[in-house]
């Protein structure tokens, strides 16, 4: 991971800003029941599928005491403090959209002894000899005429966090979708995209050969040509980093203003890295 550093005088001259979203998390919304029309996206790299339905995550997952954040497929979120906060300055080039909660609680730890069907699995594995948590235990529990046992367990799991959810009445944290509007700015040399800093890909495996996606990763800070960029305090890239790979999405630079920079700043916001 490079980590670049700057000085006042050259963060007070820079006109843009490079944001990149440290705070990640998952499940990602396609597994908490967000849709895609994946025949919009791109027919060589899948790039730039369109979102069709309202994002729905588990918000449960999204990291405590963070004001922006992303999942691992690059669906971006930002709190209703920092909404607040992007409104009441005046900050241009984006729209907040709701997001809906959706919890996985297949995805939790299992304590198979909160469930009938799991303790059932307790006691037949210790009558076979593998008591839990011996790893003879994860053996027997892995067998295929075990396997449907522990599947039912976690069904039964998800079903009662549900219900205990829905009791409790407890909010959730107020999340909102930032859809940036523009996608125009475009990379230009000298830019450096590849695979790491000591391949720059050049064979062009992880290119798309229509230019929608121009690498796996950043190697060094971006240039874009300024003529591309709108007015806005926050604009994308119009090409896209990274791969599409089952749940992983290929993703827009996040290019920022002054003004947002020193909204950010103000906020003591954590969770993002900003580079000239």
Same mark, same amino acid.
């Given at each position: 991971?490079?980590?670049? /550093?700057?000085? =006042?005088?050259?963060?007070?001259?820079? !006109? $843009?800003?490079?944001?990149?979203?440290?705070?990640?998390?998952?499940? +990602?919304?396609?597994? $908490?029941?967000?849709?895609?029309?994946?025949?919009?996206?791109?027919?060589? $790299?899948?790039?730039?599928? +369109?979102?069709?339905?309202?994002?729905?995550?588990?918000?449960?997952?999204?990291? =405590?005491?963070?004001?922006?954040?992303? #999942?691992i497929a690059d669906e971006w979120i930002v709190s209703q403090r920092l909404a607040e906060r992007m409104i009441d300055a005046g900050l241009t080039g984006f729209e907040l959209r709701p997001v809906?909660?959706?919890?996985?609680?297949?995805?939790?730890?299992?304590?198979?002894?909160?469930?009938?069907?799991?303790?059932? %699995?307790? *006691?037949?594995?210790?009558?076979?000899?593998?008591?839990?948590?011996?790893? =003879?235990?994860?053996v027997w529990l892995n067998r295929t005429e075990n396997r449907a046992l522990y599947d039912q367990a976690r069904a039964?799991? +998800?079903?009662?966090?549900?219900? @205990? &959810?829905? /009791?409790?009445? @407890?909010?959730?944290?107020?999340?909102?979708?930032?859809?940036? #509007?523009?996608? !125009?700015?475009?990379?230009?040399?000298?830019?450096?995209?590849?695979?790491?800093?000591?391949?720059?890909?050049?064979?062009?495996?992880? /290119?798309?050969?229509?230019?929608?996606?121009?690498?796996? +990763?950043?190697?060094?800070?971006?240039?874009?040509?300024?003529? &591309?960029?709108?007015?806005?305090? %926050?604009? $994308?890239?119009? *090409?896209?980093?990274?791969?599409?790979?089952?749940?992983? /999405?290929? &993703?827009?630079?996040?290019?920022?203003?002054?003004?947002?920079?020193?909204?950010?700043?103000?906020?003591?916001?954590?969770?993002?890295?900003?580079?000239?």
């Amino acid at each position: 991971i490079v980590r670049r /550093r700057y000085t =006042k005088d050259e963060l007070a001259a820079a !006109t $843009c800003f490079h944001l990149t979203i440290s705070a990640v998390f998952e499940p +990602a919304g396609e597994e $908490c029941g967000t849709k895609y029309d994946e025949s919009t996206a791109c027919p060589k $790299c899948g790039a730039g599928a +369109a979102q069709v339905s309202d994002l729905r995550l588990d918000l449960r997952k999204v990291p =405590k005491g963070k004001g922006i954040a992303r #999942t691992i497929a690059d669906e971006w979120i930002v709190s209703q403090r920092l909404a607040e906060r992007m409104i009441d300055a005046g900050l241009t080039g984006f729209e907040l959209r709701p997001v809906r909660h959706k919890a996985r609680y297949e995805d939790d730890p299992l304590d198979l002894r909160q469930v009938p069907i799991g303790r059932e %699995i307790l *006691q037949k594995a210790e009558a076979a000899g593998a008591p839990h948590p011996t790893g =003879k235990f994860t053996v027997w529990l892995n067998r295929t005429e075990n396997r449907a046992l522990y599947d039912q367990a976690r069904a039964e799991y +998800a079903a009662l966090k549900g219900e @205990e &959810s829905k /009791r409790s009445g @407890e909010p959730m944290p107020v999340w909102h979708q930032l859809v940036v #509007t523009s996608n !125009t700015a475009e990379i230009v040399a000298p830019t450096r995209v590849g695979i790491n800093p000591f391949d720059d890909d050049p064979k062009g495996e992880c /290119r798309c050969p229509l230019g929608d996606l121009i690498g796996l +990763a950043l190697l060094s800070e971006v240039s874009i040509s300024a003529a &591309s960029r709108s007015d806005a305090d %926050i604009v $994308c890239s119009r *090409q896209f980093i990274g791969v599409r790979r089952g749940l992983l /999405r290929p &993703s827009r630079v996040i290019l920022i203003s002054p003004k947002f920079r020193k909204l950010i700043e103000s906020e003591s916001l954590t969770g993002v890295d900003i580079e000239v």
